[in-house]
């Protein structure tokens, strides 16, 4: 795509898409927190896109699957023009058509699905030193080896709850940097506060407890691929209810 200034085209065209998409995709915040939340949802699908040469070209316009869904459950496409002007070049939004409207759009979309998250795996690694260090915030008043405790302590419990998870509380997202796919689950650091989101990965073995990210973050990753974030990730409007015994 020529010249495509990824942060100047979703500034502009931010309202607009945020109008078309489902409610199920917006997290319950206020406007301004949504806008900023679905910028960088789709910054990363239009990134991963032209990295990737997942848009083509129809005519005089380009095609961009952007994978999030409209109001009647349909990944859309962002159609753009290249708009070349005395005071340089653009790329204009010209129309947002869902995907089965293209066979390579829905072919990209469809290309997009994630793998099943095993509630019978065992967690078999646990980043904990990097997850004690770098997120020092949520465990206020414990040093680094009480820290560690208490990530090893909540790790076990999580295990523990892996058979409570169905589809409607695990999450996932495409990780570009490991070009893998995570798993979202909740992690009480905390018992008194909302959970956090671990993020696992799959090992041979089972799985991988990667790092843990704040439930905006985890929200926003999970919808950029026009899937439903588990309503525990949600904003106040959605509180998380266990379903642990």
């Known amino acids: 795509m020529k010249r495509f200034n990824v942060d100047r085209f979703v500034r502009e065209n931010i309202d ?13 915040e206020t406007r301004s927190s949504q806008l900023s ?18 848009w083509h070209r129809v005519d005089n ?11 009647q459950g349909r990944r859309i496409v962002l159609v753009t023009e290249y708009v070349d002007s005395y005071f340089g070049g653009y790329v204009d939004l010209v129309d ?11 072919r990209v979309a469809d290309g997009w699905i ?29 040093d680094r080896m009480q820290a560690r405790a208490r990530v090893h302590a909540a790790v076990r419990e999580l295990e523990q709850s892996f058979k409570t998870f169905d589809a409607s509380s695990v999450g996932s997202y495409w990780f570009p940097r490991s070009a893998s796919w995570c798993f979202v689950v ?18 041979a073995d089972g799985y991988r407890v990667r790092t843990v990210i704040g439930r905006r973050a985890a929200f926003w990753n999970i919808a950029s691929l026009g899937m439903r974030p588990p309503a525990w990730l949600d904003g106040p409007g959605q509180p998380y209810v266990s379903t642990a015994a």
Do not use: Y
């Open 37 to 54: 939340g679905l910028a960088s949802a789709i910054r990363h699908r239009l990134t991963v896109n032209n990295e990737r040469h997942l």
């Open 114 to 142: 994630p793998p099943h998250f095993d509630p019978s795996a065992r967690i078999v690694r646990l980043d904990a030193r990097h997850i004690a260090d770098d997120h020092p915030e949520r465990l206020e008043g414990l």
């Open 61 to 71: 316009v380009e095609h961009n699957a952007l994978l999030m869904r409209d109001r």
């Open 96 to 106: 947002v058509t869902p995907a089965d409207a293209c066979e390579v759009c829905e």
């Open 186 to 203: 909740p992690l009480h650091l905390d018992l008194l506060s909302d959970p956090l989101a671990a993020v696992l990965v799959s090992e």
């Open 16 to 28: 607009r898409i945020a109008d078309c998409l489902s409610p199920e995709q917006l997290r319950h």
